[in-house]
């Protein structure tokens, strides 16, 4: 069911700003530190985990797979949109090397698509 992938999300996510605020604070931030990314790897764990350890039924595997998902993509667009924000209040040298980064990636895709073009042999 659905359900049990929402419940799993969020014990994740909890369990991920807890730690990530507990991180902040032993290092002396004022701030959550890696929480949200701690909190996808525990979701990856604990659902992978799922598939060995326990047997669900088919609607379950589905939601917890649905939501499993469903969180990563969500979570980069929100931090994403936070970069951005944080990128155009900081001034122009912040933007520069954004969009450097960004034309370097692209450059770099012919590049990185010729690894690929080897002969696969079958076996």
Known sequence: ??????????????AGVFVGDLLGDLIGV???????????????????????????GEPTEKGIGFW??????????????????????????AIVAGVAAVAVSFAMIPVLSRFGKGEQHDS
Not at 1 to 14: E, P, R
């Open 1 to 14: 069911m659905v359900i049990y992938g929402v419940a799993l999300l969020s014990f994740c996510m909890l």
């Open 68 to 93: 499993s998902a469903m969180y990563i993509p969500i979570v980069v667009a929100m931090a994403a949109k936070q970069n951005v924000i944080a990128a155009i209040s900081s001034g122009w040298m």
């Open 30 to 56: 004022q701030a959550n530190v890696g929480g949200v990314g701690i909190a996808m790897l525990l979701l990856i764990v604990l659902s992978n985990l799922s598939h060995t350890r326990f047997t669900l």
